[in-house]
C-alpha cells in the first residue's frame, strides 16, 4: 500500500520544504503570517478574504520513459524493498512526471511577488530531495496533524520504505508560455494570481502481481 502514497507523499514533501524554510526567512518573516496549502486554487479564498498564502497544487500527471535510465544502485534497492512488500509483482514500475501550479496569494502590494520569489529561490537552492529529507517530511506530516487524510494513510505505512522507495525527486521550473498559463488558469475558473509551474521527477509506482 505505501508505494500507492508516492504521489501525495511527493507533494507533502515539498510542501514541507516550504513551510520549514519560512521560519528562518527573513525576507519571508516580512510578509507576516503565512499559510502554505495544497489546495485546487479554486478552494482559496481571495478579494477581501484573502491573506498571505502560498499555494502548491498537482495539476498534471505525465508518463516519464526515462525508466531505464535508473541507476543500477537505486534499480538493486527499490527491487529489494518491492518484494518485501509485493512478491507478486513482475511487472516494471510506473515511472511519473508530476507538475504542479505554485501560486503566490496576498491581500497587500508586493506580498505575493515576495513570496513567489521566496518559494522559487528556495527551491532553486534544493532541486534535488533526497530519500533523507522526504523521509523527515514523511514523519513531520504524520505526527503534526494526525487527523489529516494523509497522516491516516500513513499511519498504515512504513514510512521508512516510502522514502527509500521515492529515493530522490529532482524539483525544476517549467517556464512555460503565457498562453499555455492562460490554458491552465482557463480551466481552473479562478482569478488568476503571480504562478509558477514546476516538475517533479520522477515518482515510481510498483504494478501489483496477479496469481
Known sequence: MS???????VTATIKNLLENGLVGDAIAASVGDVTVSAQPPDKIQVGT???AQINLFLYHVTQNRNV???SPEFRNRYSRISDQDNPRSTNPPLALDLHYLLTAYGPKDFQSEILLGYAMRL?????????????SALKNASETSTSSVFSQALAGASVSNLALQIG?????????????TSKIWSLLQTNYRPSVTY????????????D
Not at 508505494?3 to 507523499?9: E, G, K, Q, R, V
Not at 516538475?199 to 496477479?210: D, K, P, Q, W
Open 123 to 135: 527551491l532553486h537552492i534544493l532541486p534535488i530531495i533526497k530519500s533523507e529529507v522526504i523521509e
Open 49 to 51: 478574504d484573502e491573506r
Open 199 to 210: 516538475n517533479a521527477s520522477m515518482v515510481l509506482i510498483e504494478s501489483c502481481g496477479t
Open 68 to 70: 531505464d535510465w535508473i
Open 3 to 9: 508505494n500507492a502514497l508516492s504521489i501525495a507523499a
Open 168 to 180: 530522490q525527486i529532482k524539483v525544476s521550473p517549467e517556464f512555460l508560455s503565457m498562453e499555455d
